[in-house]
């Protein structure tokens, strides 16, 4: 389970952390109940300051994604909050957005773009 | 006096002369066996670095603390000798744990990646270990139980709170995600950190608890047991910190530590 942050993104690297923790939890790789990283751990094997790494947990704990128990450290909730059809229709919006603006800096044509997307779908 | 000088002359010599030497084909080859890391043309430089800077560290703490109490000795003008052994291998323990401060991480360029499994200290030691170096304090309490003897507790604090500090300073290094040999460089070196400072702090704990047990009256009666307990754990504890600990981590223990 992997997460990458690119520092040359123009989105903050609090919001891509947090963007690919709930993309994770949404698809299942981190399932209800599995332990996250400390945040000293995390900060230091992504070279970005504590505080940048608690504000996103602030935030998924505020999303009712994450929580933390004092010393047993953080964990997906166990009961994951339901999203309902219009949040859902944003996050799919949100990640297209991502991909075509990332897919956009690489110089990519639309359809290329659209050449990877339909062949990621069918593998 | 002199006696001791020129000792300590002679294993700063010794020292200088272990630490030109490269490391051999064999150690390279050893270490590899026993945390199954197969040798690559890119982890191979990681795996000689770290094993030659933390055997010199080790060998340069050995003969600080020999020379250091042989300063103390001749400039305090004192007669009573410490413990030579556990002076020598507190100064091996403190070496071995300055060596891990100094190793940096290779920080990329570009995206940054990092694994979600957590680390944490209990995930490099072995449960045997942990058990181990718990029945060496339990051995160090009975060895006081009959007469506090203040430097060997003072020595077992130190060691606790340095083999902690140095445990923590393995496990919250940077672990970025790198290739799989590298990456399985990088946790073997953890864990042969981690079973290295477990392992000598099993040793120095029972050498305290033979140190605290040896002084005071002569045992008798029931105290008599009491010291066999005693010796008999804490020679047990000196061969498993110094042979079983070290040895004993090809396989991982508890999760697998290398990231998904």
Redesign the interface.
């Known amino acids: 389970?992997?997460?990458?942050?690119?520092?040359?993104s123009p989105v903050p690297p609090y919001e891509q952390l947090r963007a690919q923790?709930v993309a994770?939890i949404g698809g299942g790789q981190?399932p209800p109940g599995s332990?996250?990283?400390?945040v000293?751990?995390?900060a230091?094997?992504?070279?970005?300051a504590p505080g940048t790494i608690a504000r996103t947990y602030r935030e998924l704990e505020d999303g009712g994604l994450i929580e933390t128990r004092g010393r047993h450290?953080t964990r997906v909730s166990e009961r994951l909050p339901k999203v309902n059809a219009a949040e859902r229709r944003r996050r799919l919006t949100d990640a297209a957005a991502e991909f075509v603006r990332s897919a956009r800096s690489l110089g990519a044509t639309n359809i290329e773009i659209e050449a990877h997307l339909r062949g990621l779908l069918e593998t | 006096m002199a006696m001791l000088a020129i000792f300590a002359l002679l294993a700063a010599t010794l020292v200088s002369v272990l630490c030109v030497r490269p490391i051999s084909r064999r150690e390279f080859a050893w270490f590899c066996f026993q945390y199954g890391i197969t040798p690559t043309a890119s982890n191979g430089p990681l795996i000689v670095d770290y094993l030659t800077r933390t055997r010199r560290w080790r060998l340069f703490g050995a003969v600080g603390s020999l020379s250091v109490m042989t300063c103390w000795m001749i400039v305090f003008k004192s007669n009573r000798s410490p413990n030579l052994i556990v002076v020598l291998f507190a100064g091996w323990f403190a070496g071995g744990i300055l060596a891990e401060l100094p190793v940096g991480t290779r920080?990329a360029t570009?995206?940054?990646?990092?694994?979600?499994?957590?680390?944490r200290p209990l995930s490099y030691v072995q449960a045997a270990t942990q058990r181990f170096l718990l029945g060496s304090l339990a051995l160090f309490l009975l060895a006081n139980a009959r007469h506090l003897h203040v430097a060997a507790i003072a020595t077992t604090l130190a060691v606790l709170v340095l083999a902690w500090w140095g445990i923590s300073t393995v496990v919250?290094?940077?672990?970025?995600?790198l290739a799989t040999d590298l990456e399985q460089a990088d946790t073997a070196t953890r864990r042969a950190a981690v079973a290295r400072i477990c392992g000598g702090s099993i040793v120095l704990i029972s050498l305290c608890a033979l140190w605290a047990s040896g002084s005071g009256r002569a045992p008798t009666g029931g105290s008599v047991v009491v010291y066999a307990v005693v010796f008999v754990g804490s020679l047990v504890g000196l061969l498993t910190g110094w042979l079983w600990v070290p040895t004993r981590m090809r396989r991982a223990p508890r999760e697998r530590m290398v990231?998904?």
């Open positions: 389970v992997i997460v990458a942050i690119d520092p040359d923790i994770l981190l332990q996250l990283p400390t000293r751990q995390l230091s094997d992504l070279g970005l450290g | 920080r570009g995206p940054r990646a990092a694994s979600l499994v957590p680390r919250r290094r940077p672990q970025p995600v990231s998904a």
